[in-house]
T-cell receptor, first 115, second 114 residues
Framework: AQSVTQLDSQVPVFEEAPVELRCNYS??????LFWYVQYPNQGLQLLLKYLSGSTLVKGINGFEAEFNKSQTSFHLRKPSVHISDTAEYFCAVSQANQAGTALIFGKGTTLSVSS | NAGVTQTPKFQVLKTGQSMTLQCAQDMNHEYMSWYRQDPGMGLRLIHYSVGAGITDQGEVPNGYNVSRSTTEDFPLRLLSAAPSQTSVYFC?????????????FGPGTRLTVL
């Protein structure tokens, strides 16, 4: 079975500062990794995903994440955040060879950007 | 395209009442699923479907029923609502059941059971 741990429940930052949201996963098999964002009172939207290949993945809105197999991590980064990045961010994992695309989500990290 | 739509947006039920949460997608996606979101718990999979006529249970299926008679629709039924089912419910769809496909989420239904 897979599990996902998001190490920070809340991350407050100032506008234009860099940010890193941490995600660790546990799995005995190959996995695919995802980051989703949820803006207030909305559904989830895919930011980026890692399936294979380059371990540095670039997503929408200037976000990127790096897959580290040895540390079983998939941390999300942005070099300079905006007020509009305030949202909840979810890391998710699915088993690479498992049909049904069942996503296992972390508990979420609330990013609060202030001026 | 409307994407994934859910109705109603809000609902208040009394314990023991039944209701159906509606979900529809217009992207001709094979795979559809229902999640519930609770504070501090992330999203947990309730039921999913890999195509019309095929459904299966997720992590937290108890108290919920689903059916998939068409590609477009995937309703979630609560037969006898309980306060523990107070939550925000999200429907999602993806092109196929193959792992790695992006899931598209609806706007959610906020359910309160008194």
């Amino acid at each position: 079975a897979q599990s996902v741990t998001q190490l920070d429940s809340q991350v407050p930052v100032f506008e234009e500062a860099p940010v890193e949201l941490r995600c660790n996963y546990s799995s005995s098999v190959s996995v695919y990794l995802f980051w989703y964002v949820q803006y207030p009172n909305q559904g989830l939207q895919l930011l980026l995903k890692y399936l294979s290949g380059s371990t540095l993945v670039k997503g929408i809105n200037g976000f990127e994440a790096e897959f580290n197999k040895s540390q079983t991590s998939f941390h999300l980064r942005k070099p300079s955040v905006h007020i509009s990045d305030t949202a909840e961010y979810f890391c998710a994992v699915s088993q690479a060879n498992q049909a049904g695309t069942a996503l296992i989500f972390g508990k979420g990290t609330t990013l609060s950007v202030s001026s | 395209n409307a994407g994934v739509t859910q109705t109603p947006k809000f609902q208040v039920l009394k314990t023991g009442q039944s209701m159906t949460l509606q979900c529809a997608q217009d992207m001709n996606h094979e795979y559809m699923s229902w999640y519930r979101q609770d504070p501090g718990m992330g999203l947990r999979l309730i039921h999913y479907s890999v195509g019309a006529g095929i459904t299966d249970q997720g992590e937290v299926p108890n108290g919920y029923n689903v059916s998939r008679s068409t590609t477009e629709d995937f309703p979630l039924r609560l037969l006898s609502a309980a306060p523990s089912q107070t939550s925000v419910y999200f429907c999602a769809s993806s092109y196929s059941g193959a792992p790695g496909n992006e899931q598209f989420f609806g706007p959610g239904t906020r359910l309160t059971v008194l």
